[in-house]
Each structure stands twice: as structure tokens, then as C-alpha cells.
């Protein structure tokens, strides 16, 4: 029983540990303001989907996977900005309004996994769910100047759909960049 207990406290430790972002350069404090408004841009033009060509791997999948995947990825972006206006409702705030906005950021989405269906099935929540890398550029849109990079690499709970897993693996990139915020201090 006490291998048992601290098998899963392993794979507990390691699966927090994965969800992780950081910033790589600059400063993150001009964010916490609470009339900061920031417009988000996903950036999709160089991701690999379980290391394929995003086109490759959903004609492989078949015909439903293209036909749902405009709508996930929609699911997923708009879930990340409810979240990250839910954590971060102290400081910046993300907008649609391009005259309000002061800053932008700019996220590169480098790798998208999927996870494990199976993996959910037989293991519910002690199974890693979709896997997201990439950077972030935060740009002052005053005049385009980059305040920060930010790398990333989150990967959100187990679940049972495709629309599911890449839904919490953005709220899992929403929480980490509202807690950097949350952490910047002026220089």
C-alpha cells in the first residue's frame, strides 16, 4: 500500500510540475494595472499537431476531426480569455476592443498534443490531458515595442473529447500567465 501511495504522489508532483511558463525576457509589471486592456492574437502558422503539419494530421484523423476542429480551437481561445479575466481581474484584462487595448499578446502555439483518451479512461484525472508549447510576445501597442517574451508549456486535466482537453489545456496557459502577472515586479 505505501508503494502504491507514493507511486501516485510521483506522478501528482510530476504532473503539476509540467504545467509551466516563464518569463524569458523582460517585465511583466506594466500589466498590473487594473485599467490595462490587453488583445490577444493566436498564432498557429508554424504548430505541429502530434509532431504533423496541422492539415496532415487531421486528413489522417478523417473527416469529423476537420470538420470540428475550427469550432475546438474557437472553444479553446474563448476559454482562455474567460479565464485569464477571471484570475487576473485585479490587473490587466483582455479585450476586442483594438482602440482600448494598450498592449498585445501574441501567442505562438509551437506544439499541440493531445493527450491520451485511453489514458483518461483508465486513469481519470491522474492522466495528462492535451500538451500546448510556445511563446508569447507582449507588445505596448503604443508603439509596438516588445515588453516581455514569455516561453510556455502547459498541459491541462484528462478528458474525454478532443474539445475538452484542448479547452483545459489553454485554461491551463491562462492561469499561468495571469499568475506571472500576479508575481512581476517593477524594475
Known amino acids: ?38 488583445l490577444i492574437t493566436w498564432d498557429y502558422s ?18 469529423d476531426w476537420e ?4 469550432a475546438e480551437v474557437s472553444a479553446g481561445e474563448a476559454a482562455f480569455d474567460v479565464l ?23 501567442i505562438h502555439v509551437d506544439k499541440f498534443h493531445y493527450g491520451s483518451l485511453g489514458a483518461a479512461i483508465a486513469f481519470g484525472g491522474f492522466a495528462r490531458g492535451a500538451h500546448i508549447e510556445g511563446t508569447v510576445e507582449v507588445i505596448k501597442l503604443a508603439d509596438k515595442s516588445k515588453i516581455a517574451s514569455i516561453q510556455f508549456e502547459c498541459s491541462g486535466s484528462a478528458a474525454y473529447s478532443n474539445e475538452a482537453r484542448r479547452v483545459l489545456a489553454y485554461q491551463d496557459l491562462a492561469k499561468d500567465l495571469a499568475k506571472l502577472i500576479g508575481k512581476a515586479k517593477a524594475k
Not at 510521483?10 to 490595462?36: C, F, H, I, Q, R
Not at 470538420?67 to 475550427?70: C, F, L, N, R
Not at 485569464?84 to 501574441?106: L, R
Open 84 to 106: 485569464f479575466n477571471k484570475k487576473d481581474k485585479k490587473y490587466a484584462q483582455i479585450t476586442d476592443d483594438d482602440e482600448a487595448a494598450q498592449y498585445e499578446f501574441i
Open 1 to 38: 500500500m505505501k508503494k502504491i501511495f507514493m507511486l501516485l504522489a510521483a506522478v501528482l508532483v510530476s504532473m503539476t510540475a509540467w504545467a509551466d511558463a516563464e518569463v524569458k525576457d523582460g517585465n511583466l509589471a506594466p500589466l498590473k494595472n487594473a485599467d490595462a486592456r490587453v
Open 46 to 63: 508554424k504548430m505541429t499537431i502530434e509532431d504533423k503539419a496541422p492539415a496532415e494530421f487531421l486528413k489522417e484523423k478523417g473527416p
Open 67 to 70: 470538420k470540428d476542429y475550427p
